[in-house]
Nanobody
């Protein structure tokens, strides 16, 4: 069973930056996409950013220009660099890896943006 472990969450002031990491416990084959969702209190889970096997990326409109997703295929790791953070970015961030057969999820890491 593959486990995804997120790290890098925490408390940051508005305008600050955080870098989230998500590492797989073992090699995953036939990856279609890797990415991040987030869920704020009382809200539905929403897609933040995704990177696909062909190299394309897509972002939620609310984070374009501020967040950057990247991946290290050799390490089965995906990153999310978050800059110019806003209070509305506060949420639990979940990483995922989608293969042709299934989708694996991390347990989430809390990001709190507050002064």
């Amino acid at each position: 069973q593959v486990q995804l472990v997120e790290s890098g969450g925490g408390l940051v002031q508005p305008g600050g930056s955080l870098r989230l990491s998500c590492a797989a416990s073992k090699l995953i084959f036939r990856i279609d996409a890797m990415g991040w969702y987030r869920q704020a209190p009382g809200e539905q889970r929403e897609l933040v950013a995704e990177t696909q096997s062909g190299g394309s990326t897509n972002y939620a409109d609310s984070v374009k220009g501020r967040f950057t997703i990247s991946r290290d295929n050799a390490k089965n790791t995906v990153y999310l660099q978050m800059n110019s953070l806003k209070p509305e970015d506060t949420a639990v961030y979940y990483c995922y890896v989608r293969t042709v057969l299934s989708t694996h999820w991390g347990k989430g890491t809390l990001v709190t943006v507050s002064s």
